[in-house]
């Protein structure tokens, strides 16, 4: 059964500080993993999806990186704005199934 | 491109009543999957549609719940009757495939 791992669980830092956020998962066989932004009250918006192929994705400000030996993802977000504070979550997908394994999540706070 | 609606975003019932939750998934999607996150802790996977099929239902926790999907459109989650730990947000996603799931804004459901 795939465990998923985020740790810290809050984050707070001031504006322009690079952030980064940790992902840990503990079966190795995945499909892909995503991370999520969620806002409060709000949906989860996908925001970078590696499959297992790969070690990265970018998308402007954000940089996520997989590492599968060592079951770890990362996501970078520089030069974090105020707009950032979210609550940020990744997913594991299981390499022979399409259910989604969750972290808990950490919540970021980016003060200007 | 209108994304996966749910309706309601938030509903409080009684315990013992019936509620029922509703999601429009992203136009031509096969794949619909049904997610829920109760206090305090991660979003767990629920079942898993493809078309009008159910492909998996291995995450729903009882018979209390009925998920339906007549017609492969939209998708119907019944609660009955419903128990205080039935309290959480329930989420929807749907996918073209089996890669990026993209998620509704979810459903808070309140037993009281």
């Known amino acids: 059964k795939q465990e998923v791992t985020q740790i810290p669980a809050a984050l707070s830092v001031p504006e322009g500080e690079n952030l980064v956020l940790n992902c840990s998962f503990t079966d190795s066989a995945i499909y892909n993993l995503q991370w999520f932004r969620q806002d409060p009250g709000k949906g989860l918006t996908s925001l970078l999806l590696?499959?297992?192929?790969?070690r990265e994705q970018t998308s402007g400000r954000l940089n996520a990186s997989l590492d599968k030996s060592s079951g770890r993802s990362t996501l970078y977000i520089a030069a974090s704005q105020p707009g950032d504070s979210a609550t940020y979550l990744c997913?594991?997908?299981?390499?022979?199934?399409?259910?989604?394994?969750f972290g808990a999540g950490t919540t970021v706070t980016v003060r200007a | 491109e209108a994304g996966v609606t749910q309706f309601p975003s938030h509903s409080v019932i009684e315990k013992g009543q019936t509620v029922t939750l509703r999601c429009d998934p992203i136009?031509?999607?096969?794949?619909l999957y049904w997610y829920r996150r109760v206090m305090g802790k991660e979003i767990k996977f629920l079942l898993h549609?493809?078309?009008?099929?159910?492909?998996?239902e291995s995450g729903m926790p009882n018979n209390r719940f009925l998920a339906e999907r007549t017609g492969g459109t939209y998708s119907t989650l019944k609660v009955q009757p419903a128990e205080l730990e039935d309290s959480g947000v329930y989420f929807c996603?749907?996918?073209?495939?089996?890669?990026?799931?993209?998620f509704g804004p979810g459903t808070r459901l309140t037993v009281l």
């Open positions: 996603a749907s996918s073209p495939y089996t890669d990026t799931q993209y």
């Open positions: 136009s031509g999607h096969d794949n």
């Open positions: 549609f493809v078309k009008e099929s159910k492909q998996d």
């Open positions: 590696i499959q297992s192929s790969q």
């Open positions: 997913a594991a997908r299981p390499s022979n199934d399409y259910k989604l394994s």
